[in-house]
């Protein structure tokens, strides 16, 4: 098996694993309802709870997008790929998450599956997106999307600083290309970018409006 058929049976293997639909069948399933159609029409944990209004299931779903991930992961190394194969498995199930061919291309935002990801190979990854999610959703705005686009914008800046030493001491996996982990790190975040574009406008929109409705009142 040559390493380029490798690499393209990585990224089959993982869009076919990120486009597992699974807050679409769970909702489906409990509610007889298509999520796509309803709340934000996100395919994810976030809109699943919205929908719902029930944690347990918003939950569940953040955990299975979780495993796709990890699955990603653990299963191209399993089939003897290198870490450029597990790199092409780890984009392509967020590429499949967020646009599933099977949903007609709708799809989640990817941070659940991209948390996996992370959790598989260096959590210190994760860990950085945390601290800044946080710095924007309380500094900034009280709003998850501002956090999540602050962790995915402080993400991408720190990696770029991280000394190579500290990033190979959190490596889950053997033989890692620092350059190469930092390339699929920034190509993950530039997907999450532009999936969270939609709902930051929205926010604008909703700013606009309600400046609009205090200049009227006064």
């Given at each position: 098996?040559?390493?380029d058929l490798l690499s393209f049976l990585c990224a089959v293997l993982g869009y076919g694993l990120g486009a597992i639909p699974t807050a679409w069948l769970i909702v489906r399933s409990t509610h007889s309802v298509d999520i796509r159609?309803?709340?934000?029409?996100?395919?994810?944990?976030?809109?699943?709870?919205?929908?719902?209004?029930k944690k347990r299931i918003g939950i569940l779903i953040a955990i299975l997008d979780a495993l796709k991930g990890v699955a990603a992961v653990l299963i191209a190394r399993a089939i003897g790929a290198d870490f450029f194969g597990v790199a092409v498995a780890a984009i392509f199930a967020v590429i499949g998450h967020c646009y599933n061919v099977f949903l007609k291309f709708h799809g989640g935002r990817g941070l659940a599956t991209s948390a996996g990801i992370a959790l598989a190979i260096n959590?210190?990854?994760l860990i950085l997106w945390v601290l800044m999610y946080l710095t924007g959703y309380y500094v900034i705005r009280r709003d998850v999307h501002v956090g999540s686009m602050s962790g995915i914008l402080g993400v991408s800046i720190l990696l770029y600083t991280t000394p190579s030493l500290l990033l190979q001491k959190m490596m889950q996996l053997p033989g890692v290309d620092i350059t190469q982990f930092k390339a699929m790190v920034w190509l993950i975040s530039a997907i999450l970018f532009v999936r969270h574009l939609e709902p930051?406008?929205?926010?604008?929109?909703?700013?606009?409006?309600?400046?609009?409705?205090?200049d009227d009142a006064n």
């Open positions: 098996m040559t390493i159609n309803e709340g934000t029409g996100n395919v994810g944990a976030m809109n699943s709870y919205d929908v719902t209004g959590p210190l990854v930051i406008r929205d926010l604008f929109r909703r700013m606009q409006t309600e400046n609009n409705d205090s």
